[in-house]
């Protein structure tokens, strides 16, 4: 299966300047790479995982899946907000008062459950950035603990949050506040590089409401048509298999851009377990 990607660009890494540009196609180079077959090292990927003692784990343990903040209603108000929140620039003018809980549950929706510690508010916060440095910044005046629900590799589940009030805001930015659990390793190892064929994803961005659609950022060079990523379905596992379109022979700027690329899947990931073809580990959002 083939996906499309967004037109959100974003430069990760520089890694260095081989020319000016990527300069012109010659006659001799404007036949691209036809795309690979990544079917083999995803069913090697598949079979490594499904019915193995690391996917039932996974499946077991507490491993979030989606975006660990949740910003607040009508966020943000202007772009010195927005670039606040990007550089993680946040002012503290309030009191975190320390919570004697120590634990707290997760809940999913079949009634499973796991009690794992609380992260204070204090380290909740200090996961948001919290520099208070030059330029704009979000000014936090106070945190309560609530919940939030949040995609897992069980399923979506609902976990304590905390609620941190921001000035100028109706409603709180939530953070969750738990840890994530150390991933199971994995059953198979990693592609070496380097790779003609497969890329490892940069990360998972979110699992859409109804777990029928994956978005990650896959890794692209400046000279090519952009990332693609093929999808393997079994009943244990989805595996990713991502890879660049069409790359450019000739000089070329030598950059590592990714982009959101949506994958469509044939059913609700559900607890099936996640996994990058390259790395063979499930794939991770920000923790």
């Known amino acids: 299966m083939r996906t ?60 979030p899946m989606g975006d660990p903040v949740r910003l607040p209603e009508g966020a943000f108000h202007n772009e010195a907000d927005k670039e606040a929140y990007d550089t993680q620039n946040f002012a503290l003018r309030g009191d975190l008062r320390r919570t004697p809980q120590k634990d707290a549950k997760v809940t999913w929706r079949d009634g ?102 994956v978005t990650v950022l896959a890794h692209h060079g400046a000279c090519d048509d952009g990332p693609g990523v093929d999808v393997l379905e079994t009943d244990g596992s989805v595996v990713l298999s991502a890879y660049f379109v069409a790359p450019k022979d000739g000089p070329c700027t030598l950059q590592l851009l990714s982009k959101k690329v949506t994958v469509a899947l044939d059913r609700p990931l559900g607890d099936r377990t996640l996994l990058d073809a390259f790395t063979g580990s499930p794939v991770h959002g920000t923790q």
């Open 112 to 213: 499973d459950s796991l009690t794992l510690p609380l992260l204070g508010a204090r380290a909740a916060y200090e996961k948001l950035g919290g520099t208070d440095g030059p330029g704009p910044r979000l000014t936090v005046t106070g945190a309560k603990l609530g919940e939030m629900t949040l995609a897992t590799s069980r399923g979506p589940a609902t976990v304590p949050a905390w609620l941190f009030t921001i000035k100028g805001y109706d409603t709180p930015l939530k953070r969750v506040a738990l840890s994530a659990a150390k991933p199971p390793k994995s059953p198979i190892g990693p592609i070496e590089y380097p790779s003609s064929e497969l890329w490892d994803l940069d990360k998972l961005v979110e699992v859409s409401a109804d777990g029928r659609s």
């Open 4 to 63: 499309t990607v967004s037109h959100t660009v974003r430069l990760l890494v520089a890694l260095g300047l081989l020319a000016a540009g990527c300069g012109s196609v010659t006659a001799g180079e404007e036949e691209s790479e036809p795309a690979p077959d990544t079917r083999p090292r995803a069913l090697k990927v598949a079979r490594a995982w499904d019915g193995s003692p690391a996917a039932e784990t996974w499946r077991e343990g507490y491993y």
